[in-house]
């Protein structure tokens, strides 16, 4: 399905230009709005449409009518609790100073964390393979004001727009403390609702032997893993399962201290 983008129902010469510069990120076309509904360019042009709008970027795939757009509703809750509760934070070992490549970035709620908890001596490399999303979440963790205790972490986090295997491949060995995944699971875990507009938009690929490979090469301490509780992903591919009662997805781990440079 090709993308368009375009402006809010009123344009300015400022949003505009905007649906412009965005259109050019994205390698699609700008169309004027002339006031049709969503729906309406949705239908005329066959195509999701992104809305370059004043404060924020709106993506409406085809066949939805509520728009994703960024906004760190779980972090925002997440980071008011103590770290030792969360349970990504837990998994990763993450701590201040540290260095965190997210290969899935989604929504960036686990990202966002992970730049809090690294702080401004950590570094924080989050992939995403689906381009519309990947620009979004990057504009919005760029421009989002509106929970100023977690701009400054926002706005560390570097996006990169590209399929996590290829971006490990292309990082030197243990060039990051740890290397998070969490692909996307086959079915709804009732996750944050920002993400149902685009739950069929995401890229659906699962772990795969090379992912794990070179994510294994490129981690200095741990590879982390989120998936369902159901997937055998943990057990296939060599992760310490860390079983959590009664949670739809559990953590997994490999632990690369212990001897893993010799095992390259
Ligand atoms: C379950 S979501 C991740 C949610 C994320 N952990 C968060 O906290 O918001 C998975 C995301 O990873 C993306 N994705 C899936 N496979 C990928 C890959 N190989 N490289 C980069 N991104 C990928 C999907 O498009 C989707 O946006």
């Known amino acids: 399905m090709k993308t368009v983008v375009t402006t809010a129902y009123r344009p300015t010469t400022k949003t505009i230009e905007e649906a412009a510069r965005i259109a050019d990120l994205l390698g699609c076309t700008a169309v004027e709005r002339r006031k049709r509904t969503i729906e309406q360019i949705q239908e005329m042009e066959q195509a999701d449409v992104v809305v370059a709008a004043k404060k924020r970027l709106e993506y409406y795939p085809v066949g939805t009518s509520d728009p994703f757009f960024f906004h760190p509703s ?151 893993l989120k998936a369902h509780f159901r997937s055998t992903d943990f057990e296939e591919f060599g992760f310490e399962r860390k079983i959590r009662p009664n949670t739809k997805f559990h953590f997994g781990v490999i632990h690369l201290e212990r001897g893993n440079v010799s095992e390259r």
Request: include cysteine; proline fraction near 4%.
């Open 74 to 224: 779980s972090a925002a809750f997440r980071t008011k609790r103590q770290p030792e509760e969360d349970p990504f934070l837990e998994a990763t070992g993450l701590s201040e100073g540290d260095s965190l490549l997210d290969c899935t970035l989604g929504i960036a709620s686990d990202a966002i964390m992970a730049a809090v908890m690294a702080g401004s001596a950590g570094r924080v490399v989050g992939c995403e393979s689906q381009p519309v999303i990947g620009l979004v979440v990057k504009e919005g963790l760029q421009r989002y004001e509106e929970v100023p205790r977690l701009c400054e972490a926002m706005q560390r986090i570097e996006v990169v727009l590209s399929d996590a295997v290829t971006y490990l491949q292309n990082c030197a060995d243990g060039s990051f403390d740890i290397v998070y995944m969490d692909p996307m699971f086959s079915e709804a875990i009732g996750e944050s609702s920002n993400f149902t507009p685009i739950r069929q938009a995401a890229v659906h690929g699962g772990l795969t032997e090379e992912w794990v490979t070179q994510a294994k090469r490129v981690a200095k301490r741990r590879v982390v």
